[in-house]
């Protein structure tokens, strides 16, 4: 390819942009039709960079062109717009070199993955998110109303909300999440419920997620994630591909949240070393029978038994000792669907808890289940009644475990079910 000499922006028209494989990373040749309101090259502005495209126009376009040396010398004008303007590059630098597979597609002209305004600016220095985030207040608080800008300024300057201003000239709230999709032996791993202060919290059905640091990359709030979240080791597991999805949602405020969640699909190949819980079961106090669907989802039985749970919850400990299998109640206590349980099975998943670092106490529950149990309703139900019948394991005590890392601040606008329609 043709070394770029600038960058365009296609204002009105339609072209047609080609990419072949002997110049660019790609198998077979490739065409886009791509019309008005589209960065050509980007790239060009912050880096050296090389055509691995051709674009030719289909119907009359209008194009504006922005020279990198024009630009540069531009922004030297202010400091602080050149002062962003140089951590923008440098972060927009480093998303293409560390563009590749399996985490990302190759940059190309059109394109260059992680690069979409609000993720660039979430990864910014703190600094320089406040100047932009109380800009795009100022610009845009005829929008959202004074009291609605006051509260956003104040949660910029703390430090709690990333705002950036959209190409509508609406101010816009960033909040970006790392999930994690983990897959083995066509089961999909999800994080059920959690634990807090030894008591269970469900949490219905959800991929394990973790919201980004300030300035961190994906990889790094994979690890974050996987490490001393779920306690999995990076190579237990490989990464297929990682899934943009964006999604905008209306706060009371006035103000748009954009959400960027980076969805990591991945494939577990060693052990997932979460504690194996049991469960209490009672024989005569059973609301109603397995159901068919429990089966196809992977849940197994789906039972609720009413009795044993008062009087485990009355005195755990005895209740354990003191069960017998003669008993007329015939209550027992078993590992969660047996250690004999087959991945490629229709027999239920255990439970798993996998505890904090720094608090052995509290931690989150997971669970195996086919790909398509959400979509029955049944699973939130059969999930409800297993959690009700946990007994969760004791944790060991190991000394100088190293605390887990602090998450940040976040908006008291951020929703507690950011990542559940994932």
């Not at 999930?179 to 419920?193: E, H, N, P």
Request: charged share 25%; with cysteine; aromatic share 6%.
């Amino acid at each position: 390819g043709l070394e770029a000499q600038a960058a365009y922006y296609v204002i009105a028209g339609t072209c047609s942009y080609t990419q072949e494989p002997v110049s660019s990373a790609v198998e077979a040749s490739r065409q886009l039709d791509i019309g008005g309101k589209v960065w050509i090259a980007e790239s060009a502005l912050w880096s050296e960079w090389t055509h691995v495209g051709t674009l030719q126009a289909i119907l009359p376009c209008q194009l504006l062109t922005i020279e990198p040396d024009q630009l540069l010398e531009s922004v030297q004008q202010h400091i602080v717009v050149r002062n962003i303007a140089q951590e923008y590059s440098g972060t927009f630098h480093r998303r293409i070199v560390t563009a590749k597979p399996p985490h990302a597609h190759y940059p190309s002209d059109l394109r260059v993955p992680w690069t979409d305004q609000g993720d660039l600016v979430y990864s910014m220095s703190p600094e320089a998110q406040r100047q932009i985030g109380l800009t795009a207040i100022k610009h845009a608080e005829n929008t959202m109303g004074h009291q609605g800008a006051v509260k956003l300024k104040e949660e910029v300057i703390a430090g709690k909300s990333v705002v950036i201003l959209n190409s509508r000239g609406h101010a816009e709230r960033v909040v970006s999440l790392v999930i994690l999709s983990m897959m083995k032996d066509g089961r999909i791993l999800y994080q059920v419920g959690e634990v807090k202060k030894g008591e269970i919290v469900p949490k219905g059905c959800v991929l394990p997620a973790v919201k980004r640091l300030r300035a961190e990359v994906v990889t790094d709030g994979l690890k974050r994630l996987s490490e001393d979240k779920m306690g999995l080791d990076q190579d237990s597991f490989e990464v297929d591909h990682i899934e943009d999805t964006i999604e905008e949602k209306q706060s009371a405020l006035g103000v748009r949240s954009r959400y960027l969640r980076k969805i990591v699909h991945a494939r577990l190949w060693g052990t997932f070393r979460g504690l194996s819980c049991r469960q209490l079961i009672d024989a005569e106090d059973t609301p109603f029978e397995p159901c068919a669907s429990s089966s196809r989802l992977g849940l197994g039985s789906v039972l609720a038994p009413r009795a044993a749970r008062q009087v485990f919850r009355s005195s755990p400990q005895s209740a354990i000792e003191s069960m017998q299998p003669t008993d007329t109640v015939q209550s027992t206590v078993t590992d969660v669907f047996t250690a004999s349980w087959e991945p490629d099975s229709t027999r239920p998943s255990p439970i798993y808890f996998v505890p904090q670092k720094d608090q052995p106490d509290d931690g989150d529950l997971y669970c195996w289940l086919l790909p398509h149990a959400l979509d029955d309703p049944a699973t939130t139900e059969g999930l409800s009644a297993m959690l009700k019948k946990v007994i969760l394991p004791s944790v060991p005590v190991s000394e100088g475990v190293p605390p887990r890392q602090e998450s940040p601040a976040f908006s008291d606008l951020d929703l507690e079910n950011d990542y559940r329609s994932v």
